[in-house]
């Protein structure tokens, strides 16, 4: 008797992942359905794509490297984790392995659903729908594979093993890097023109043409970078022929043209205040920008990003566990284009007093004000209160905690402010929490919040044009993209550009969205911006005046070191080790 067996000699890490929306996908994945019933009937077959959506690793908001709530912004110079426990982190070392990629099974299932499909009891169209589907799906598997791993095991047809038969005949060789790439950029081409340009409304978050094209731009993107700044190793099993970059640019630049041509697609510009438009993006799904997104309902399905990242007083339970570096904050440009750092001490090198603190923060990037809480600034229907001490006479109290009160008040004034920082417990550890993507209304708990999470969108599009536009030389074209990104978030348009201003824009523009840590690997910049870098913190103060109500009083504010940790990021991560039980294939390198 015959039956199938998933080969890749390696352990399978299971990833979660859901994806839920008010429409095709608004429907539980029928994990028990039993296989040629479903191939026979178009809701049998429906069901079955759900599962395959179900395992796409979206990297989404529930998408950890760390233990709970150890979201990626916090292994790159964005964040910090606030929690004193787990991190991806070790004695200042970024841990290799970001979880949930290696996992055969869910290409099995893609490869069994490709082969079945064409023999379904279900119209040509139907077929051809959900095969262009299950072929990108497969695609964007690799994708996320390639890119972690470099060259891996190839594998596009299901194995069948015979109890007793060697399993030996059934193993895959890893594939080279640019192969792994080379097939992705295939099917993606060959599909886009197969898949709907529109969906209509009860499929509106379903893959289409400029699904397809945005993955195209997105990895073509990635493979070039690695031809031009990797090395070949292990005979390339990981990285790219550096003859090769241009070809790669070439592609990814033709799909974001794709799509900026057929204007399906637009930089969201539904309000006219920039910071609250940049904020609105976010938490609106299927806005102008929405390329693709993963949406929730609950009590369904709902992420936790609210409950995990909520400002001290104003959590559910858990809260505070990114802390935004000072260092991100200060990327963010003033309006007139000026560089980002705050205006602490004045030309004698005395520090500022702000009568209203918030105004440390004055003429900023509108989108650092949608991307991070500062501190002072309106939440929820009131005031994060970020005070690490009070000043009085030179001298500096503080506490270590949020309940020490400042006897000399003869009331409840806490030394340090209600929302922290501190070097200990969870408040933030920088001055600053995440506000990109979280609910501005109301507290969230575990599990109901809603915000979509975008996987692609056009601002990547625009910027991704830029970047391989630039690298070929074409700086007219890469320059109109960076200033439309520009003119959109509020700030002065530049009259020329170069490759640090194409990644500078990127950084903060797609801040907290999960692509800095690919981004730092890709240009190989990892090893030297987190080369024991040590990341800052800003401490507010209150100036104490003799006879004044604490609310009256000032603040200085203080740049020092955020009591975390040197970020160190060694050269074998630009590549993950092959997990356990992949023994029979070649290490990566310097593993």
């Not at 909520?310 to 990114?322: I, R």
């Not at 320059?479 to 824009?505: D, W």
Request: proline share 4%; aromatic share 12%.
């Amino acid at each position: 008797m015959k039956f199938k067996l998933n080969y890749i000699a390696l352990s399978i890490l299971l990833a979660a992942g859901t994806s839920c929306s008010k429409d095709f996908l608004d429907r539980r994945p029928r994990d028990l359905i039993i296989e040629d019933d479903a191939y026979g009937s178009q809701s049998g077959i429906e069901a079955l794509t759900v599962k395959l959506y179900n395992d796409m690793l979206l990297e989404d908001f529930s998408y950890e490297v760390a233990e709970q709530a150890g979201y990626l912004s916090t292994v790159t110079d964005e964040a910090v984790r606030s929690y004193t426990w787990g991190a991806g982190v070790i004695n200042g070392t970024v841990l290799g392995n970001w979880f949930g990629s290696w996992d055969y099974a869910k290409i099995r299932r893609v490869n069994s659903f490709i082969e079945k499909i064409p023999t379904s009891k279900v119209s040509d169209d139907l077929k051809a729908r959900f095969l262009t589907e299950a072929r990108y799906i497969r695609a964007f598997h690799y994708f996320q594979l390639v890119k972690r791993y470099g060259g891996v095991p190839l594998v596009t047809k299901t194995q069948e093993y015979a109890f007793g038969d060697d399993v030996a005949g059934l193993f895959v060789p890893r594939s080279k890097e640019d192969d792994i790439y080379a097939f992705i950029e295939k099917e993606l081409t060959d599909i886009k023109d197969i898949l709907p340009t529109t969906n209509i409304a009860v499929d509106q978050n379903r893959i289409n043409r400029f699904t397809a094209l945005a993955l195209k731009s997105r990895a073509m993107l990635y493979a070039a970078s690695i031809a031009k700044y990797g090395q070949v190793q292990i005979d390339g099993l990981v990285g790219i022929p550096k003859a090769k970059a241009e070809a790669y640019w070439r592609s990814s630049l033709a799909a974001s043209q794709e799509i900026i041509n057929e204007k399906q697609y637009s930089l969201y510009k539904g309000d006219t205040d920039k910071a609250l438009n940049f904020q609105n993006l976010f938490l609106k799904e299927n806005n102008s920008e929405v390329i693709f997104n993963k949406v929730y309902r609950t009590p369904e399905v709902g992420h936790s990003y609210d409950f995990f990242n909520a400002p001290q007083s104003f959590k559910v339970d858990y809260g505070c566990a990114t802390s935004p570096t000072l260092d991100m904050v200060e990327e963010y440009e003033y309006v007139d284009g000026s560089s980002g750092e705050l205006k602490y001490n004045d030309k004698s090198g005395n520090p500022i007093v702000y009568a209203n603190p918030y105004d440390i923060f004055k003429d900023k990037d509108p989108r650092l004000l949608a991307t991070i809480m500062l501190p002072f600034s309106a939440w929820q229907g009131g005031e994060l209160e970020i005070r690490r001490g009070i000043v009085r006479n030179g001298q500096k109290v503080t506490a270590e905690n949020l309940t020490t009160g400042y006897p000399e008040t003869g009331s409840n004034f806490k030394i340090v402010g209600k929302d922290g920082p501190l070097t200990t417990a969870d408040p933030t550890k920088t001055g600053f929490y995440v506000k990109k993507s979280m609910d501005p209304t109301k507290r969230v708990n575990d599990g109901e919040s809603v915000a979509p999470y975008i996987v692609f969108r056009y601002g990547e599009i625009l910027l991704n044009y830029a970047e391989a536009a630039f690298e070929l030389g074409l700086n007219t074209d890469a320059l109109k993209y960076v200033n439309e990104i520009r003119e959109r978030a509020g700030i002065a348009l530049k009259s020329s550009i170069n490759l640090e201003q194409i990644r500078h824009e990127r950084k903060v523009e797609l801040a907290f969205e999960n692509h800095r840590l690919w981004d730092l690997r890709r240009w190989r910049t990892a090893t030297s911006v987190l080369n024991n870098t040590q990341f800052h913190a800003l401490y507010p103060w209150l100036v104490w005046e003799e006879g004044k109500d604490p609310s009256q009083m000032k603040y200085i504010f203080e740049k020092v070191n955020a009591p975390k940790n040197t970020r160190t990021f060694p050269e074998k991560l630009y590549y993950e080790p092959l997990p356990q039980g992949a023994e029979p294939y070649i290490q990566n390198p310097l593993y």
